[in-house]
Each structure stands twice: as C-alpha cells, then as structure tokens.
C-alpha cells in the first residue's frame, strides 16, 4: 500500500523561478537561497519517492472569484505552466497521478470534505517556482504530482484547523490507496510577509522561528491561531501558512527534522525544512475498509441497469462534450456508455448540452 514517507515544507515566492531561470544560483544575493535547496535535493535523490503531494494556493491565474473553493483538488493526468502575464515559464508540464488523485477525492468526500476537483488548468508559481529547483525538468519531470489548490485570498478562508484536519484524512486516504508508492507531501507558502497596503513590508523573524519551531514539535497549537493572529504576527500574506498545516496533519505526531533553513533577502521570508515521517502503517484490514468507506454512497450502483454515475474516473477524458457539425447527422463524441441529450438545427449543425 502507499504510505506517506515524509514532507518537504518551501516557501514559493515568484523571483525564485525567476532567478533559477536566469542562472543565478551562484549570485551573491541569491546564493544562500539556492544553497538552502540542495539538502533537500539529496533528500529527494536518496529517498526515490514515486509521487509529490503539492498543497499551493493560485495566485488569479487559472482560479478567479467568480467562482472560488476552499479545497480544489487535480485529478487530471497533465498540468502545464500558467502564464502570469509574462508569457508561461519555459518548463515541460506536470504530469499527474489521476488515480491516487480520484482515489484521495473520494476518501475526503467520504470524511465529509467538501471538495472541488479540476483538470487541464495551468498552475501558477505556487507549483512550479519551488519544484523547478528541486527536480530536474529537462526534457520532463522526474515523477507525478497531486495538486491541491487551497482558497486562501479571499475570505472567508478555511481555519488552520480545518487544514490540519484535512491533512489528517489525506494520509488516510494515502495510506489505504492498494499500489505500493512512497509519497511526499510538498507544503508551500511563504512565512512572514504582506504585500498590500500601508503595511507592506511587513516582517517578524522572531516570530516565524517560533512558528517553524511550533511547526515541528506542537503543530496542534497553530491550529488555534486564527486569521488575524496571522496578520498580526507575521503579515496578512502569512496566514497562507495554514496550507503547511495540511502536509503536518498528514505526518506523525512526532517527525524528524533532518533540514531547515530561513533566510530574508527582501519582503518574503524564505524558509525550507523537511520533516521524515514516523507513522506506522495501516493495517491491510483497516485501509480494505477505508476504501470501502471511501465508494460506500455508491455501492451497489452497478445493479441498476442503464445507470452510470459521472464519477471522477469517468469525469476525466469525457468532462468535455463535444460534437461536430455535418451536412447529415450529428454524431456523438461521449463515451458510450453514457449519453449526452443532443439537440440539432435543421442544418445538422449540433449544440452542446450539459450533462445531468
């Protein structure tokens, strides 16, 4: 079964893809943060794992507010660069692990996460800007990743809690997924920080050590800081450090710190760590009944003939329908064993419909 062997926790700020591309790494100004990521490097050479788990935040590139989630998780098997105004970073696109994907969706929808899910959209540097250093990229990734997107810009956001409280039940769900795999969860976002305001600028390095230290050895204590506590201590921007609190619930309560660094070359305070889980494993027993739980609403569904729940595996490949235009006919373009009401023109032109 796949367990969860550790988590890597970075900061995700823009200018450090910016500086990766433009081969900084030995400048002065940029050197020690790119130092602070080879022991990282070398954790990830030795440790072999088979899937990233990334918890990032969009930053209005592919999620806008007219329709905004909490917790947006991929399931697709790709995802390219976002172009954030200065055209997409020259990098190969992700590819995903669609199946433990589907497979954590279900199991947090069954512990009564609210999720959202997507596909085929672009990620932005909360992604991409930390995992360009990490892994070599040329011509393509050395391995898949999970996506979660967390809502934390507009407000109302969800609570540290609540974030730890998912992070609990993803290493459920990871730990009763039946393939063999070694994930790592991969936490970004930066500590201290605001960026709006007459309060930009703002910075508190003796509070973010106290945060990393709370972070490894009393991680339930963050989850009574509120939103303004965040703001207050270490920068409105800060309280995007509840997405860390995700790959913290989903560790032992006791970890091993074998790294962490932290370094304020401007307005965004840049820290890495890496955190080597100590849980013991789900028993074959409970991560059988864990999956069952996780497909239980559904269970028996294929008794009824001619009934084909759109769930996340059909969703993904078939979420688009599309049809053609013809001088005859109107041919459908979904799978076949669904099917999609069509309506025609009297010139065979077809109209897409949604699905219901």
């Known amino acids: 079964m796949a367990r969860i062997i550790g988590a890597i926790a970075t900061s995700h700020t823009p200018t450090i893809g910016f500086a990766f591309d433009g081969q900084k790494q030995d400048d002065p100004v940029w050197k020690p943060i790119f130092d602070a990521y080879e022991p990282i490097k070398r954790w990830l050479d030795e440790k072999q794992p088979d899937v990233l788990f990334v918890i990032y935040n969009d930053h209005i590139t592919s999620f806008f507010f007219d329709h905004y989630s909490a917790f947006c998780l991929g ?44 596909q085929d959209k672009a990620l932005d540097h909360g992604c991409f800007s930390p995992l360009s250093v990490l892994l070599p990229h040329e011509p393509d990734w050395p391995l898949p990743i999970v996506p979660l997107q967390v809502g934390v810009l507009q407000f109302p956001v969800p609570s540290a809690r609540r974030c730890f409280a998912l992070g609990q ?45 709370l972070y490894e050895n009393d991680p339930v204590a963050l989850t009574r800081l509120t939103h303004a506590d965040h703001a207050r201590l270490g920068g409105m921007e800060s309280s995007e450090f509840i997405m860390w609190l995700v790959a913290r619930g989903a560790l032992s309560p006791k ?23 100590r849980a013991e494993p789900m028993s074959a027993d409970d991560a059988e009944s864990a999956r069952r739980r996780a497909h239980r609403q559904l269970e028996g569904i294929e008794e009824l003939a001619g009934t084909y729940p759109f769930d996340l595996d059909r969703s993904v490949g078939h979420y688009r329908v599309k049809t053609s235009s013809t ?30």
């Open 75 to 118: 399931i697709g098997e790709e995802y390219p660069v976002a172009d954030e105004g200065g055209g997409a970073r020259d990098l190969p696109p992700l590819k995903g692990h669609g199946e433990l994907a589907r497979h954590v969706g279900a199991a947090l929808m069954a512990d009564e996460f609210d999720m959202s899910f997507f």
């Open 169 to 213: 039940s993803i290493r459920n769900a990871v730990e009763s997924y039946p393939e063999d795999l070694d994930v790592v969860m991969v936490a970004t976002g930066g500590l201290s920080h605001q960026v709006q305001g007459e309060r930009a600028g703002f910075n508190n390095p003796e509070w973010d050590h106290q945060l990393l230290d």
């Open 255 to 277: 970890v091993e710190c074998v790294h962490r660094s932290y370094y304020l070359p401007s307005m965004t305070a840049i820290a890495t760590a890496v955190y080597e889980n």
């Open 327 to 356: 001088s005859s006919s109107c041919r459908p373009t979904a799978p076949t064993s669904w099917t999609i009401p069509r309506r025609c023109s009297s010139s065979g032109s077809s109209r897409r419909r949604s699905a219901t």
